[in-house]
């Protein structure tokens, strides 16, 4: 079985930016096993499968994974798919028209709307599929000791370390500068004593630092999934976005901002996010950004 495959940039406006993503847009003849082992051959942070939708009013069911798991939502697959999707206006022999696709995942549904400059695609942005969920909190010395930093380190004024979710659970701590930020180095050992697979995908460091047009910086960590570092993770900055809106005071809010990652591994991310909350609760969340087309080729199974 011969395959056809693209990758792409996604949250750059530049080649050899952002995080690299591969997509099979006609995936549907592969088995569970077949995915997981073409996803490690790319050994990319996730490669994106697609197959006819279960329901003919949505545009595909994606199926993403790690080169060591299936995900049931991520951020910059579902960009990078709709990016590929709606470039090539044809899915399983479907016209794709118009600006909004809808993607069917484990999570749930996410939509997703297209930017088109002079009708050229060259951006998307997803709506979470589920609501933001704050679970347990964690010590800031555990984190501390996970990412290899002291304990003064962490910043807790505005929220202590918690585990929080928009489909994909991950621990979120405030570091309190970009230096601190730059020099935090996961030890795989002590995360996967503490947390486990099953608990959350990977730890989201952030700080707040006014720098390469960007309002946040970041860094994601997810070494149990096979990805030691992740260049931009849409999963992650989404419930960000969302966590950060839970804890300003108004009731009401349009709460956005701009995040960088990537920057420290020499592949700078530029992520748009923003929350809608209502009646003191987080209503929805969006995350979205640039795309550049890389690579196509084929794949022999």
Not at 35 to 50: C, G, K, P, R, Y
Not at 240 to 255: M, Y
Request: hydrophobic letters at 45%; a negative charge.
């Amino acid at each position: 079985m011969k395959l056809d495959f693209v990758t792409v940039d996604v949250f750059t406006d530049r080649k050899f930016g952002g995080n690299p993503l591969a997509v099979l847009s006609d995936a549907g003849g592969l088995s569970t096993e077949q995915m997981q082992s073409i996803a490690a051959e790319f050994n990319l942070a996730e490669t994106t499968f697609v197959l006819p939708p279960k329901d003919p009013a949505h545009t595909a069911e994606v199926r993403i994974f790690t080169p060591k798991a299936e995900m049931p939502f991520a951020g910059h697959p579902n960009v990078g798919t709709a990016f590929v999707l709606a470039r090539a206006g044809v899915c399983h022999g479907r016209k794709i028209t118009g600006d909004r696709l809808v993607f069917e995942e484990k999570a749930g549904l996410v939509p997703l709307d297209l930017t088109r400059e002079q009708g050229t695609v060259v951006a998307a942005r997803l709506a979470a599929p589920q609501k933001l969920a704050l679970g347990d909190e964690l010590t800031p010395e555990l984190v501390a000791e996970i990412c290899s930093l002291d304990a003064g380190d962490i910043e807790t004024g505005t929220h202590r370390p918690v585990i929080a979710s928009c489909g994909n659970n991950f621990v979120f701590a405030e570091v309190k500068s970009r230096t601190i930020l730059a020099k935090a180095a996961v030890r795989t050992d002590v995360l996967a004593k503490h947390i486990p697979m099953a608990r959350a995908v990977g730890i989201h460091l952030y700080c707040h630092a006014k720098e390469h047009g960007v309002e946040i910086q970041s860094r994601m960590f997810a070494p149990l999934y096979g990805v030691p570092e992740d260049p931009a993770t849409g999963s992650a900055n989404v419930v960000l976005i969302g966590l950060l809106a839970h804890f300003r005071p108004e009731a009401d809010l349009t709460f956005s901002r701009t995040i960088g990652q990537g920057f420290d591994m020499g592949r700078p991310s530029i992520l748009e996010g923003t929350a809608e909350k209502k009646a003191g609760r987080v209503a929805d969340t969006y995350i979205g950004g640039r795309c550049v087309p890389m690579l196509k080729g084929t794949i022999e199974v």
